[in-house]
């Protein structure tokens, strides 16, 4: 069983950076690949940066790529979202996920836990 808890959510202006916290609780983060996923108003989730389990893989969708940076830190079980040069469609609820398969990919059902979520607004 893995427990997550995003934080670092807030407003922001167009071009400012922030970087989402993911904690986790349980034994298997370390062996579990980790996702950022967000959800605007009206609109489905969407894939945003996964992570394998040990750092070394990563994937981005195509609208943040080169603009954010998915990292973690196995020593204390959490996974980090840079998010820089930010722009009002990045606005949305971001969840962080667990997926015990060290699945990579923009599959949300291949992951089994998920966030409670935090807020990002970005200004115009």
């Known amino acids: 069983q893995v427990q997550l808890v995003e934080s670092g959510g807030g407003l922001v202006q167009t071009g400012g950076s922030l970087r989402l916290s993911c904690g986790a609780s349980?034994?298997?983060?370390?062996?579990?690949?980790m996702g950022w996923f967000r959800q605007a108003p009206g609109k489905e989730r969407e894939f945003v940066a996964a992570?394998?389990?040990?750092?070394?893989?990563?994937y981005y969708a195509d609208s943040v790529k080169g603009r954010f940076t998915i990292s973690r830190d196995n020593a204390v079980n959490t996974v980090y979202l840079q998010m820089n040069s930010l722009k009002p469609e990045d606005t949305a609820v971001y969840y962080c996920?667990?997926?015990?398969?060290?699945?990579?990919?923009?599959?949300?059902?291949?992951?089994?836990?998920w966030g409670q979520g935090t807020q990002v607004t970005v200004s115009s």
């Open positions: 349980g034994r298997t983060f370390s062996s579990s690949a």
């Open positions: 992570i394998s389990w040990s750092g070394g893989s990563t």
């Open positions: 996920a667990a997926s015990r398969t060290n699945y990579i990919g923009s599959d949300s059902r291949k992951y089994e836990y």
